[in-house]
């Protein structure tokens, strides 16, 4: 007969039993949580970025301006917000309407044997705005055209593909650009870009360049660097252009801006007629922000309002703020 099991023992068993059964529920409930907050947070970025397309819907609509978006995506976010338990709003302002031909388009530049020379002059013109030393100009500007052609051969100063597996960095494109950020991992383009930063404009290259569009430099939406360095002009010469552009309003962008090619002084015609255009583009590039909570999305989308269509649209990423 074996011998009962005294309290004490039974008592430890016990106690044993009960904290085991406690860790496991414990480590249940944290998983649970841990899934929770997940799903909740998954929630809110939805949210978010569905506030964020109301902004890109509203911007289709071929009444509202530069000028009007500001006001009508304030008043609209108000209406947004009835209904809502957390604070709900999406902002989309003046600077974040502009057309996308006021940039200068790479692929159209960089894709055609027969436009190479007239890409190097027009780089070397804006790099040389932006304050890049010459060295570091001649060079990305080579390594950008072997990154876009076809071959495996090197310019003077370029580079190709066993360059790039010489500096672990990936391979070239051989093709046109697909998305802007592939330019951080050409050859160069880092210290350009940082040279530019610093300049004397402090310039963010990213709102600069496109790959969208007919090639032609909107004169009715570029930036003064864009319009000197495709004309071939020296920098500063298009100020006056875009002082008048301005219109009453001083205000770039808006319904009396004034477009007055012959101020371009010095520009054959046949050059300004073959790289710039002078009417308003249909291609806009918007950034919606939508904020629900404390959860905040950049939606940035390229539209045609005629007929009224998204052409692209994606999530801008943070370091592109």
């Known amino acids: 007969m074996r011998p009962a099991a005294s309290p004490g023992v039974a008592l430890v068993v016990v106690l044993w039993a009960v ?37 890109i819907q509203m911007c289709l609509h071929r009444e509202i301006g530069p000028e009007d978006v500001e006001e009508a995506s304030r008043q609209l976010s108000q209406r947004l917000q009835n209904g809502w338990r957390v604070p709900v709003e999406f902002r989309v302002g003046m600077q974040n309407f502009q057309q996308e031909e006021g940039r200068l388009d790479l692929n159209y530049w960089l894709t055609d044997p027969a436009r190479e020379k007239q890409a190097q002059a027009i780089l070397q013109n804006l790099f040389a705005g932006w304050g890049v030393n010459l060295d570091t100009s001649v060079r ?15 310019r003077a100063q370029g580079a190709e593909e066993e360059d790039y597996r010489e500096n672990k960095m990936g391979r070239p494109r051989n093709g046109a650009l697909e998305d802007l950020r592939e330019l951080e991992s050409v050859l160069g383009w880092r210290e350009m870009a940082e040279q530019a930063r610093q300049g004397p404009q402090a310039v963010d ?6 790959l969208y569009g007919s090639g032609k430099l909107s004169l009715k939406a570029a930036d003064q660097d864009l319009i000197e360095a495709v004309l071939g002009m020296a920098p500063g010469s298009a100020k006056n252009f875009i002082a008048v552009r301005a219109g009453p309003d001083g205000r770039q962008g808006t319904k009396d801006d004034v477009v007055n090619p012959g101020l371009l002084s010095g520009v054959r015609a046949e050059v300004l007629q073959e790289r710039t255009s002078v009417g308003e583009a249909d291609l806009w590039r918007v950034s919606s922000t939508g904020k629900v909570g404390e959860v905040k999305r950049v939606l940035v989308a390229l539209l045609s309002r005629n007929p009224p269509q998204v052409m692209a649209r994606w999530l801008q990423e943070e370091e592109e703020k």
């Open 140 to 154: 990305v500007i080579d390594c950008l055209l072997d990154w876009t052609d076809p071959d495996n051969f090197s």
């Open 19 to 55: 904290g085991l059964i406690s860790s496991a529920l414990l480590g249940l409930s944290l998983m649970f949580q841990s899934q929770l907050d997940q799903e909740v947070a998954a929630l809110q970025n939805a949210r978010a970025m569905l506030v964020a397309e109301s902004g």
């Open 205 to 210: 290259w990213r709102s600069k360049f496109t």
